[in-house]
């Protein structure tokens, strides 16, 4: 996206040289481009650790359940194993 936004502008002063210092084979725009994907990489992962236990927290607030299983300590005990 910010490569489509900057080829429009690609005429500008500012932008068309810093276009032109971060070119695909600069180290600077490698470096950049490795970290986005480091960091994007991290942040979701953190994101998606979260999801499970928010949806148990909820179905306990709400009363919730899953038919079949029995809410306790020995089905905790079982799901944490695998």
């Known amino acids: 996206m910010p490569q489509t936004v900057g080829y429009g502008l690609r005429n500008s002063r500012y932008i068309g040289d810093l276009m032109r210092r971060w070119d695909g084979a600069s180290r600077s725009y490698t470096l950049l481009y490795a970290v986005g994907i480091i960091f994007f990489c ?31 300590k020995r089905t905790a005990d079982t799901s944490m194993r695998s």
């Open 42 to 72: 991290v942040f979701l992962r953190v994101d998606r650790f979260q999801i499970p236990a928010e949806v148990a927290d909820n179905m306990r607030k709400y009363g919730g359940f899953i038919p079949g299983i029995r809410p306790g």
